[in-house]
């Protein structure tokens, strides 16, 4: 589950999803690489996941397909999202919007 903040929802190319470390994705994500993004409705895009800094156990997923996710399901400041991680063997990992606010 994440809160969304504003600095997730800026229309341009400065926004980003912050994955906490709770996701577990360290050791799946060991380079920057696309991933693709899909809500409850099978609306998808691509983006980056990389990193974050010097936070080995945390990541942000940045990109067009971020921002067209919160473009299409409205996302503001608040909402509380939950998402889930598919990974995949040859690394076409998948991130999911089950819900917003529960309401999905």
Not at 5 to 30: C, D, E, V
Request: proline share 2%; glycine share 8%; aromatic share 6%.
């Amino acid at each position: 589950m994440v809160t969304l903040k504003r600095y997730n929802l800026l229309i341009k190319s400065m926004s980003y999803l912050n994955i906490p470390g709770s996701a577990n994705l360290t050791g799946i994500i060991s380079e920057p690489q696309n991933i693709m993004l899909k809500d409850a409705k099978g609306r998808a895009g691509m983006a980056r996941i990389y990193q974050n800094g010097n936070l080995k156990n945390q990541f942000r997923v940045r990109g067009k397909g971020w921002l067209q996710m919160v473009k299409d399901n409205t996302l503001k400041n608040g909402d509380v999202c939950k998402f889930k991680f598919i990974v995949s063997k040859t690394k076409d990992h998948v991130l999911c919007l089950l819900s917003k606010n529960n309401l999905i």
